[in-house]
């Protein structure tokens, strides 16, 4: 006989739901941030920062009813590690917007917007599974679609970076730039590292 | 008593075996690839993601193996992370070849023979551990030796940068190169976590 | 009721503490380093590697005491990775100097004493834990201290490649500075990390 994990683990899901849709959030922050006029962007960074607050404060109420709780619905490790992994993906997201608008880079180069728009998809796949932890092997079809986005999003970092350095720019623009991408690559990296843990998680349940 | 878990493991001893086999066919491109001329460069390159194609489907292989058992030789998710890990050192390689042809790099630097030289050590060791994973505590001899080469690949890397620092290359073609180098450098460290995921399920067998 | 781990675990604990004050003293060369007269260098850099020897003497130490107790304070593979992560703290400041050392960059821009003072105060707040590693709940302060060190060290880590960036020095400089600044702001996040290990080995007990 199997308990269901639903009363007991109802509270953890909450909060990975919550995680899930600041995630989106953030992610249509970032879509903004590619397509606005220069003197918008300290505005977005600061919108995004203040969504990087949200998911730590939601990290740190993971964490407190870990510490509360005598049952958990998965090992408590598992928790641990697929609470970290998503605070990762708003922290790289926000890296990239941070830098971007500290080094005041000019134009950015147009696989940007491709690579954003994976990054999209991949927010938008998370979003709809954190709901559903409570049964992590149903969830195939997310880690699947996540690891096909990252190699996609592999694909396109790599065109970018050749795009960079054969373009008309000069070495400092293109280092200030190649930070604001590497940081949108390891936000893609971070969804695929969340999609992970959720397998792993599976795996040892079944 | 101890039950011997030759029977129930085969077939993951089997699928490791195959892509310890198919990272050495990986440092042999790489090898080749340091050596020829550039005309040559794009031939390798699809050769070399082919290869990483295979290891792919080795590594969704074990993980639907994984699925499908009840019994497993160790801990699921000591399976599922000596797998990732595996995975790493072929995406390496392949991300290092796949950057050098698209950024049609120059001459590479010297020291870059070295550095493949110590990975094709390290790729010798791994695939003859492979085999022998049903024993782990007797393969000291194997993570001792990674730990070791990733050292020196360590020393290798740092006196092949300064290389490119002090010569006379302009700054666009050292940020190439050492993206090449970056990759074959965490090739290395990726070899080294393969090392420590197999010592740390020695630990938690002995 | 609850065994004490104190008898079983003295060695580790000792062995903890050990690499606790080598990390200390690996700070302070740092300091003096960032401080030092340029013809200092390799003689401060070859005092910082040998503390990088005995920190891998005490791993070493700790992982082969692993293998012979029966009995463990926590789980093997937590002891395993938490040994490892505190590992990387010194590999980092040591790659730092090593890197600075054999660049021979100039001057150092003024953030990287702020970054210098903020492994300070991480280093010692790791050395204050490590000897009382066997109440690990009793340990909060320490990971939510490190954890605000990583948060400050990542920003005062922007505002420095903010200002390398729009200095007056050339591409291949900033390039070199940026490499030995990436290992500082490494080593911020090495020391999060074995608080985050620390943590979970909390969790887990709790």
Same mark, same amino acid.
């Given at each position: 006989m199997r308990i269901s994990r639903k009363p007991t683990g109802a509270r953890f899901f909450e909060l990975f739901a919550e995680i899930g849709t600041n995630i989106g959030a953030g992610v249509e922050v970032l879509r903004e941030y590619v397509r !606005? /006029?220069?003197?918008?962007r300290p505005e977005l960074a600061a919108r995004m920062h203040a969504l990087e607050n949200v998911g730590d404060d939601a990290t740190h109420a993971i964490i407190e009813h870990l510490d509360r709780? @005598?049952?958990? /619905? @998965?090992?408590r490790e598992d928790i641990y590690r697929l609470t970290s992994r998503l605070d990762d993906v708003v922290d790289h997201m926000d890296a990239a917007i941070d830098l971007a608008t500290l080094y005041r880079v000019g134009e950015l180069p147009r696989g940007v917007e491709t690579l954003v728009d994976l990054l999209c998809q991949a927010a938008r796949l998370t979003a709809d599974a954190m709901p559903r932890l !409570?049964? /992590?092997?149903?969830?195939t079809d997310f880690w699947v679609q996540v690891n096909r986005l990252e190699n996609e999003a592999d694909q396109v970092y790599r065109r970018l970076l050749s795009e960079l350095f054969d373009g008309e720019r000069d070495a400092l623009e293109v280092m200030k730039l190649k930070d604001v991408v590497d940081e949108l690559e390891a936000a893609a990296d971070a969804f695929e590292h969340v999609a992970d843990a959720v397998h792993s998680i599976a795996v040892k349940e079944s």
């Open positions: !606005a /006029p220069h003197d918008r709780s @005598f049952v958990t /619905p @998965f090992d !409570a049964e /992590p092997q149903r969830l």
